[in-house]
Every structure is written in C-alpha cells, then in structure tokens.
C-alpha cells in the first residue's frame, strides 16, 4: 500500500537557519503530495501542495518539489522564525481506488530558538 | 473563510461509554473524513463518507465505530463502548473535490 516516510524528529535550530525536512514516499500510479502543519495545541493546516512530477508547492517562504524520479517531496525553508515551530507532516492522496485518503508520514516537530 | 468546526474540543469520558464527536462540515463539500491522532503518533485514516455512505474504511475502523450525516450539516463520529486506546485527537476533514482537504480542529478524547 502507499506510505510516507519523513525525517525523525526533532529538529532544533536557530532563528534564520536554513531548514530541510525529508520525505519521500511509495504509491502506486501519480499521487498528490502536502505537508501539513500542526501548530501546538492546533488542528492540521494545508501547508503546501503538488499534484504532479516537478510542481513546485510553496507558502509562507516554505518550498517543496515534486520528485518522480526519486519519489521525494523534501520541504525546505531559507530562513526560519521562531513562529516556524511546529509539528510538519508529509502526506499524499492517491487517485487510484483510494478514494482520495491522505496517507501520513509520522511527522517531524521543529523548534525554532531564537 | 468557511470551516469545518468540531464539538466538543475535549471529551473525557469512562471505559465502555459510548461518545459521539460532532463535525460541521463546509456547506458545499461532497466527502468528508475522520482521522485520528494517537499522542505522538502520526495521523491515521478512520472513514471517508461520500453520497451518504461509507466509501472506505480502514482497519481501525471496526464495529464500534459508526458514522452518520443526520440532518445535511452535521457529520459524527460514534464509538459505541469506548476502550482506552480510544484516546486521542479526532480530526474531521472535508473537501468538494479530489484531495482539497479542510480540516476542522479536533476533540480531544479521553477515555479514563
């Protein structure tokens, strides 16, 4: 079946530091990737999206880019605020029977020092 | 903006009582969604409802669990006899199509 596999946890790094969190992914035929956002004591927020090979999904200063060819969608950031702090998690939805179901990677918590 | 609102933000209830997580989906979504959220642990699917019924369910998702869309607006969640492995945060999710997910903020359940 499909999963999400992202980087362990947790991430500590310095206001203004560069932050890569990786993810990649198995899915049968061409799924849709995301990463969502929980910020403390909140719900699940769309961070960013790609719904095909090479997109490029980007909000709030936050990148990633669909890769087929090393089935990754890695988010990335040049430069990190305290306010960053969150829990990210990559997922994806598969067009194929699955009813559109996110699949979950188990999320990376990220803490900004300032 | 429209939301997805869930009630009640907390629920603590006893082992064997039944509970029912309310959801307000957005108006004009088609598919909705339960997740749940064991402390630490990643995100899992439950349930996806679409044209009124149950369009895929996963493993977790047994007997005890059922979900109704009563009256047009509200979407729940109901365990029947709660266990303590029960415990943990419920997310109800909507969309109008494919993949375009609103979330709405959770319960927090706990079952002691």
């Known amino acids: 079946g499909d999963s999400v596999t992202q980087m362990e946890g947790p991430v500590t790094l310095s206001e203004e530091a560069f932050l890569t969190i990786n993810c990649t992914y198995t899915a049968t035929g061409y799924p849709s990737l995301f990463w969502y956002v929980q910020y403390p004591g909140e719900g699940l927020q769309l961070l960013l999206k790609a719904t095909k090979a090479d997109d490029k999904g980007s909000n709030k200063g936050f990148e990633a880019t669909y890769r087929k060819e090393t089935t990754s969608f890695h988010l990335e950031k040049g430069s990190v605020q305290v306010s960053d702090s969150a829990v990210y998690f990559c997922?994806?939805?598969?067009?194929?029977?699955?009813?559109?179901?996110?699949?979950f990677g188990k999320g990376t918590l990220l803490t900004v020092n300032p | 903006e429209p939301e997805v609102t869930q009630t009640p933000s907390h629920q603590v209830t006893q082992m064997g009582q039944e509970v029912i997580l309310r959801c307000v989906p957005i108006s004009n979504h088609l598919y909705f969604y339960w997740y749940r959220q064991i402390l630490g642990q990643k995100v899992e699917f439950l349930v996806s409802f679409y044209n009124n019924e149950i369009s895929e369910k996963s493993e977790i998702f047994d007997d005890q669990f059922s979900v109704e869309r009563p009256d047009g607006s509200n979407f729940t969640l109901k365990i029947r006899s709660t266990k303590l492995e029960d415990s943990a945060m419920y997310f109800c999710?909507?969309?109008?199509?494919?993949?375009?997910?609103?979330f709405g903020p959770g319960t927090r359940l706990t079952v002691l």
């Open positions: 999710a909507s969309s109008f199509t494919a993949g375009d997910y609103f």
């Open positions: 997922a994806l939805t598969n067009s194929g029977g699955s009813n559109y179901k996110l699949t």
